[in-house]
């Protein structure tokens, strides 16, 4: 359908560094871009974008390729789809014939239901502005809500006509399937614009309501909001009805606006969240462009994650009243272990994010905003304590509830933080909150944890990431070796914790059990001699089904295993340390214990990381001094993979050490 000269025009036009910028923020680093990968969940950019090579290449998931691969697999699109829509973004004209009906037919199911909705589109808007009835009810309303023509362009509102037929007939006659224009629930086919009942008689979804389309990435019409108007919505409870869930259109996936704020969101670094269609339409016609709405939905954690590849800061403007308090507090909860900064911004009473913008200019929203916009963790604190009132077994439910929110935040140093504040607010002691946040995160862990006789997960590295490289031991190494033998001495018969599953019987975990499986798990094996061969000893004796304690390892009757376990006896070093600032908040519990076994297995695992990332990089540059060909390109590739996995799984660690020293 097109031809080769307009191809290879668009593969010279289109810069991968614009096509992924579309939907990718990229930060540059050295001649590169870098980002989150759109096609694998991931919080440490590992997405590559070469500029001067013009491709893309994710050293998380593998995935690479040119633009059009790009928007292929990102936009799921055939090939030429992909090229017509670079063929528009880079402003290349396309001859395109009018699709026969053959040709609809032979377009695959996604293509078929995306041209429809475009047609759908297109169709309500004409109706709403070249038709009497349009114009008179459709137009009517939103301009009576305020909503400027640009306003209902640039979010391509329409009206779907009162005819409970006159959409489908004019489908139908103009060549679109009906197997389209229904829905099928056990395929997902189908865009559900047409309703057919069980005796064969078919009408219109949304006749009788103004349409919102619902936009995807690329600004394709995946589905459509309908409102039935004032008049009709007296006695009706449900004022909107959407889309069925389809093949193109997954509304736990999809947020209204988000075609509209995207760039908006990038440049401002910010992302507003509401809730209904025309608070975005509302907001975004008084200026404030970065907003989006969860389809009237509640949030989902594949809607924050869309946020999130565009930004890390949320804040959440619902309704003030008890219902909209109600959802902002459930998405909090939902925003935090996604690693956002959140915040909450309550509105005056009776006032909701469409009304509010209609009502103010933008710099008295600014002004608002700057004044009012609340951490949500001293705003859910502010809240429970309010509806604690002056009683005190509420008053402990409500801290109990924000200690729970606290604890699934990711990050210690603002753990800590909204500890000390919290604590402030609630008039109670830091380290109350402290222990009950412990205890919180401890049963996490605890669930993590399977049985022994499953692979433990805990903590996880990447799957080709194996520690038992050849790396040297050298002081640090020594260092962590020490210290997990001491901890084996001294506690390795203590139970850490509990694995209970259904109604088998509850197992036991020891310290030095988990020690041993940790290493082993991650193919770790202690690597200065004398260290090793106390290990293998203890392990000797444990296996055995004994108890191995010091005494026997002091007595030992090799001279240099005695002398090494009573210096190590003798050694005071940083456990100490450890201890004493744990100390501070709690007595030495299990808890602590394992904080202490975690730090020293995950600081041993990180050393031996880091050792690696420095050979590897040193085979890189030695690579680099040879002359091109096929196999240093492949060499190169296979390295940087490599290098790329032992990063992800040196950053992991490291905000998992974070994260064990609360
Ligand atoms: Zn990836």
């Not at 078929?112 to 038709?131: P, Q, R, W």
């Not at 500890?419 to 401890?442: F, Q, S, T, Y």
């Not at 055995?544 to 070093?573: C, T, W």
Request: charged share 30%.
């Amino acid at each position: 359908m097109i031809d080769k000269e307009t191809i290879d025009k668009i593969y010279n036009a289109a810069s991968i560094l614009d096509v992924v910028s579309d939907f990718v923020s990229l930060k540059k680093r050295g001649a590169n871009y870098v980002g989150c990968c759109p096609f694998h969940n991931e919080k440490t950019p590992s997405f590559n974008v070469s500029p001067a090579r013009n491709i893309y290449h994710c050293f998380g998931c593998g995935k690479g390729g040119n633009a059009v691969n790009f928007i292929m697999e990102h936009e799921q699109m055939s090939y030429p789809d992909a090229l017509k829509y670079l063929a528009k973004k880079c402003n290349i004209e396309i001859k395109e014939k009018e699709f026969t009906p053959e040709e609809k037919e032979r377009n695959d199911d996604r293509a078929s239901m995306l041209i429809l909705n475009d047609y759908a589109k297109k169709t309500f808007i004409s109706n709403m502005f070249e038709t009497e009835e349009g114009r008179a009810i459709g137009l009517k309303y939103f301009r009576e809500r305020g909503f400027s023509d640009e306003t209902i362009k640039a979010y391509e509102l329409g009206y779907s006509l009162s005819d409970r037929k006159s959409f489908t007939e004019q489908a139908l006659k103009n060549g679109y399937q009906l197997k389209y224009l229904t829905s099928d629930e056990k395929t997902n086919i189908g865009t559900g614009l047409t309703i057919k009942h069980d005796d064969g008689y078919t009408f219109d979804r949304f006749s009788s309501r103004v349409m919102f389309p619902i936009h995807n990435l690329t600004g394709q019409v995946i589905g459509f909001g309908g409102r039935v108007l004032d008049a009709r919505t007296k006695g009706v409870n449900v004022k909107y009805m959407n889309s069925p869930q389809s093949i193109i259109y997954d509304k736990s996936r999809s947020l209204y606006g988000i075609y509209q704020a995207k760039n908006s969101i990038v440049r401002s670094t910010k992302c507003y969240l509401v809730e209904g269609y025309t608070d975005v339409l509302s907001m975004h016609q008084s200026g404030i462009e970065n907003v989006v709405s969860s389809n009237g939905t509640a949030l989902t954690v594949e809607q924050i994650r869309l946020i999130r590849r565009f930004t890390e800061n949320v804040t959440v403007l619902y309704d003030s009243d008890d219902a909209g308090i109600h959802a902002a507090l459930r998405a909090i909860d939902l925003l935090l272990p996604e690693e956002m900064n959140v915040k909450v911004l309550l509105l005056p009473d009776g006032e909701d994010p469409d009304s509010f913008a209609r009502n103010h200019s933008l710099t008295e929203i600014e002004a608002y905003i700057a004044d009012n916009e609340k951490d949500c963790i001293l705003f859910k604190a502010a809240r429970l304590t309010k509806e604690a009132g002056g009683d005190p077994i509420k008053k402990a439910q409500k801290i109990s509830e924000l200690v729970k929110t606290i604890s699934i935040i990711p990050d210690s140093i603002k753990r800590s933080v909204y500890v000390k504040e919290c604590a402030e607010m609630l008039n109670v002691e830091e380290r109350v909150l402290h222990i009950e946040i412990n205890k919180l995160i401890n049963r996490q862990l605890g669930q993590q944890y399977p049985r022994p006789e499953n692979q433990p997960q805990q903590p996880k590295p990447a799957s080709q990431v194996v520690l038992n490289p050849d790396v040297a031991s050298n002081a640090r190494c020594r260092q962590y070796e020490n210290d997990l033998l001491k901890l084996l001495l001294n506690y390795g018969n203590d139970v850490l914790f509990t694995v209970a599953e259904g109604d088998k019987p509850s197992e036991d975990i020891t310290v030095a059990y988990y020690i041993d499986k940790e290493l082993k798990d991650n193919g770790m094996v202690f690597r200065t001699p004398v260290s090793k061969q106390v290990y293998d000893i203890y392990f000797e004796i444990y296996n055995q089904g004994q108890k191995p304690d010091i005494a026997m390892f002091i007595n030992y009757h090799d001279a240099e295993v005695s002398k090494y376990v009573i210096d190590l006896m003798e050694e005071r070093h940083t456990i100490s340390k450890i201890w004493e600032k744990l100390n501070s908040y709690v007595k030495p519990e299990t808890k602590q214990l394992k904080q202490v076994i975690d730090k020293d297995l995950n600081g041993y695992k990180l050393e031996i990381a880091k050792q690696t990332l420095d050979k590897i990089s040193k085979e890189i540059a030695l690579l680099e001094k040879e002359p091109d060909s096929d196999e240093k390109t492949q060499k190169w590739e296979a390295l940087m993979a490599e290098c790329s996995s032992y990063t992800i799984y040196k950053n992991n660690l490291s905000r998992f050490l974070d994260r064990v020293m609360c």
